[in-house]
């Protein structure tokens, strides 16, 4: 079964920078898309960038041109400039692909805070 465990969310103020790191890990696994969602309070949970096994991006556009994803091997980042108090919620981690007998799979991470400060 595939994991995936994040870091790097916290507290900062508008117009800072944050880094969001996410491994995935398991037996035997291959990913197809990783991505970041996130859910603020009150609302929907929302894709906020996604990167294939190819290396093609796909962004929200409330954060082009100020957040970029990357992935290396099972881990993917995001890197988060010039944060706005809008960008406050719960980041989440998505993995989805296949195992080598067939099955699919499309896995959540546990989330992690980001908050920031006008």
């Known amino acids: 079964q595939v994991q995936l465990v994040e870091s790097g969310g916290g507290l900062v103020q508008a117009g800072g920078s944050l880094r969001l790191s996410c491994a995935a890990s398991?037996?035997?696994?291959?990913?197809?898309?990783m991505g970041w969602y996130r859910q603020a309070p009150g609302k929907q949970r929302e894709m906020v960038a996604v990167?294939?096994?190819?290396?093609t991006t796909v962004y929200a556009d409330s954060v082009k041109g100020r957040f970029a994803i990357s992935r290396g091997g099972a881990t993917v980042y995001l890197q988060m400039n010039n944060l706005k108090p809008e960008d406050t919620a719960v980041y989440y981690c998505?993995?989805?692909?296949?195992?080598?007998?067939?099955?699919?799979?499309?896995?959540w991470g546990q989330g992690t805070q980001v908050t920031v400060s006008s």
């Open positions: 998505n993995a989805n692909g296949n195992y080598p007998t067939g099955p699919q799979y499309n896995t």
């Open positions: 398991g037996n035997r696994f291959r990913i197809n898309v």
């Open positions: 990167v294939d096994s190819g290396g």
